[in-house]
């Protein structure tokens, strides 16, 4: 996986290619998911998250959390450009800083 560096930290995310944009079809079609900052560190702290999505646009402090929680879990992380298009993505009338894809 490539890696992106933040002022912060530096995190490894995967490119959207076919398999992000596969998850992101499931997000949209209503597979498995949690939405939202508590539920994505819940599924990860308990493991039972494959790939987790974060927006831009989220606060700088969310933001960091989800990512080194997901690089701690060794989980894909996908940067999603607003957190406006990732709640419309996952179904929900709000805007979403955090999704998480969950293992069947």
């Known amino acids: ?3 992106g560096e933040c002022a912060l930290f530096e995190v490894r995310f995967e490119r959207v290619t ?3 944009l596969r998850g ?3 997000l949209k079609a209503g597979g498995k998911k ?3 900052t508590k539920q994505v560190l819940r599924a990860l702290k308990a493991g039972t998250v494959k790939r ?3 927006a831009n646009d ?3 402090f969310i933001y960091q959390q989800v990512v080194r929680s997901a690089e701690s879990a060794g989980v894909p ?3 999603v ?3 406006k298009e990732l709640g419309m993505i996952c179904g929900v009338d709000v805007p979403a800083a955090a999704a998480g894809l969950l293992r069947e």
Do not use: L
């Open 1 to 3: 996986m490539p890696r």
């Open 18 to 20: 076919e398999g992000g």
């Open 24 to 26: 992101m079809e499931m």
């Open 34 to 36: 949690v939405v939202g």
């Open 52 to 54: 987790v999505y974060a």
């Open 58 to 60: 989220a606060d700088t």
């Open 77 to 79: 992380c996908v940067r």
């Open 81 to 83: 450009p607003s957190m």
